[in-house]
C-alpha cells in the first residue's frame, strides 16, 4: 500500500489542505482559527474536483466550507456590533484588551457603573471579597489595622488579589473622593470565567500582570524610604 505522500497530479493541494487545517488548529481561537479552516476547506475544494474527480470528498470540504465560514462571519458581525462608550473603552483596556471586542462586551454587561460617595468602604479587612472594582475616575487609601499602606487611582483595580480566590482581603479599601468606578460581584465573576476558560486565561494573566506591577511600585517605595 503506497505512502501517499508525493506531489504528483495535484497531491500537492491536498497536502496543502491539511497543513492549513493543521496550523488553524494550532493558532488562536478567533479571529485566524476561523480563517484557517476556510482556507482550508477552499483548498480540500479545489483538490477534491480539480484533482481527485471525487464528489463525496468535495461534498464534505464544501459542508466544512459553509460551516466555518458561518462562524466567522458571527464572528465577524459580533465585533462590528460591539459599541464601548469611553469609561468602558477605559475598562476594556484595563484588564480586558486581549479578549475579543464581543467577549468583552460580554463579560462587561456581568458588572454594573456606580458613581461612589467619599468615605465609602468597598472592601473591608479580613472580610470576603464581595466584588472586583475597576475604578474609572477617583482616589482610594488602603489601610491594614487603621494604618494607611497605600493607595489606588484611577485605572487601577481592586480586589483582584483574592477575588477570583474567594479568601478574605488583607486590607480595606475606602474611597477618598467621589469615584466613579465598574464592579461585578466576586461570586458571579469566578462563576462566568467557569463557563468561559477563554476568557479566565486572558482575566488572570491580566490581574496577575496588575498585582506583578502593584508589587514593583510598593517596592519601589519601600526602597525609597
Excluded at 484588564?95 to 475579543?100: H, I, L, P
Excluded at 481592586?158 to 469615584?179: C, K, M, N, Q, W
Excluded at 462563576?191 to 510598593?218: C, F, G, M
Amino acid at each position: 500500500m503506497p505512502l501517499g505522500l508525493g506531489f504528483a497530479e495535484g497531491a500537492w493541494l491536498g497536502h496543502l489542505t491539511f497543513l492549513i487545517l493543521a496550523i488553524a488548529l494550532i493558532a488562536p481561537p478567533m479571529p485566524w482559527m476561523r480563517l484557517g479552516i476556510v482556507a482550508a476547506s477552499l483548498a480540500g475544494l479545489g483538490f477534491a474536483l480539480g484533482f481527485a474527480k471525487d464528489l463525496g470528498l468535495a461534498f464534505w470540504f464544501f459542508v466544512l466550507l459553509v460551516i466555518s465560514a458561518s462562524m466567522l462571519a458571527r464572528y465577524l458581525m459580533a465585533e462590528r456590533n460591539s459599541r464601548f462608550s469611553a469609561e468602558e473603552e477605559a475598562l476594556r483596556s484595563s484588564f480586558m484588551g486581549e479578549m475579543t471586542r464581543a467577549g468583552a462586551r460580554h463579560l462587561m454587561d456581568q458588572g454594573n457603573w456606580i458613581t461612589g460617595r467619599s468615605g465609602e468602604v468597598l472592601i473591608n479587612e479580613g472580610e470576603a471579597i464581595s466584588h472586583l472594582f475597576y475604578l474609572h475616575d477617583g482616589a482610594a487609601e488602603i489601610t491594614l489595622h487603621g494604618n494607611p499602606v497605600g493607595a489606588v487611582s484611577g485605572g487601577d483595580l481592586i480586589g483582584d488579589a483574592t477575588a477570583l480566590s474567594g479568601e478574605p482581603a488583607t486590607g480595606t479599601v475606602r474611597l477618598t473622593t467621589d469615584s466613579r468606578f465598574w464592579c461585578v460581584s466576586a461570586p458571579k465573576l469566578r462563576q462566568y470565567l467557569d463557563l468561559h476558560p477563554d476568557a479566565r486565561t486572558v482575566i488572570e494573566r491580566q490581574i496577575n500582570s496588575a498585582l506583578d506591577r502593584k508589587l514593583r511600585a510598593a517596592n519601589a517605595a519601600l526602597a525609597g524610604d
